[in-house]
């Protein structure tokens, strides 16, 4: 069994070399092997190169009709972020914001020398009403 750390950050393709584990050679000597990794899907973040995306949905709130609304978010490396929509001023139900150094790991020559960007897409969702989810009952029901 061969165990290796992975940096953080490494995408897709990347190889990490892992030295005198592969087959003989003539010499007597072991060849080098090449792992290519292969990300796997996060259940939250979607990666876009070294950005991180994040769709969220907030539930409505009469505050939003007067001022900003602050909204935590958690980053990919457990930490707590918080971003404000402002709903009061734009009156949009949907958005996007920017966190600047809060996405993947940027790697150069095995080095970190810097981050990503973290794109936080949110939306507003209002709560069903009684008189929404009566005309959502017969709607349903003559379809």
């Known amino acids: 069994?061969?165990?290796?750390?992975?940096?953080?950050?490494?995408?897709?393709?990347s190889a990490l070399l892992s030295g005198?584990?592969?087959?003989?050679?003539?010499?007597?000597?072991?060849?080098?092997?090449?792992f290519i990794l292969q990300?796997?899907?996060?259940?939250?973040?979607?990666?876009?190169?070294d950005d991180l995306v994040l769709e969220i949905q907030i539930p409505w709130a009469e505050i939003?009709?007067?001022?900003p609304r602050k909204v935590y978010v958690r980053g990919i490396?457990?930490?707590?972020?918080?971003?404000f929509v402002d709903y009061s001023r734009d009156k949009n139900l949907?958005?996007?914001?920017?966190?600047?150094?809060?996405?993947?790991?940027?790697?150069e020559r095995g080095k970190l020398?810097?981050?990503?960007?973290?794109?936080?897409?949110?939306?507003?969702?209002h709560a069903p009403t009684k008189i929404s989810s009566i005309f959502w009952r017969f709607?349903?029901?003559e379809a």
Do not use: Y
């Not at 990300?39 to 190169?49: S, Y």
């Not at 990503?116 to 897409?121: F, P």
């Open 94 to 107: 949907i958005g996007s914001l920017s966190i600047r150094g809060a996405g993947m790991p940027i790697r």
């Open 139 to 141: 709607f349903r029901r």
């Open 1 to 13: 069994m061969v165990e290796f750390d992975i940096p953080p950050g490494c995408k897709t393709g």
């Open 113 to 125: 020398v810097g981050r990503g960007n973290l794109i936080v897409n949110w939306e507003i969702i």
């Open 39 to 49: 990300e796997v899907p996060h259940e939250r973040f979607t990666r876009v190169q």
């Open 64 to 67: 939003f009709r007067s001022q």
């Open 20 to 34: 005198g584990i592969g087959h003989e050679l003539p010499d007597g000597t072991l060849d080098d092997v090449s």
């Open 77 to 83: 490396d457990g930490e707590d972020i918080f971003v």
